[in-house]
């Protein structure tokens, strides 16, 4: 008898869903800061247009 480890019912899988959240959520983050650094980027925008 081999003295290897076997991943446990399930587990690729499990780990899988895990990898895949992550990625989600890092692309909705990284969505959501370059929303806020468009609306930023447009008032300064705005901000120098009235200074003129």
Not at 15 to 24: A, C, G, V
Not at 31 to 52: F, H, K, M, P, T
Request: proline fraction near 4%.
């Amino acid at each position: 008898m081999p003295n290897e480890l076997s991943p446990l019912k399930g587990y690729e899988d499990f780990l899988q869903d895990l990898k895949e959240r992550i990625r989600y959520v890092q692309v909705r983050a990284a969505l959501s800061v370059n929303r806020e650094l468009i609306l930023l980027y447009w008032q300064i925008g705005r901000d120098i247009l009235n200074r003129q």
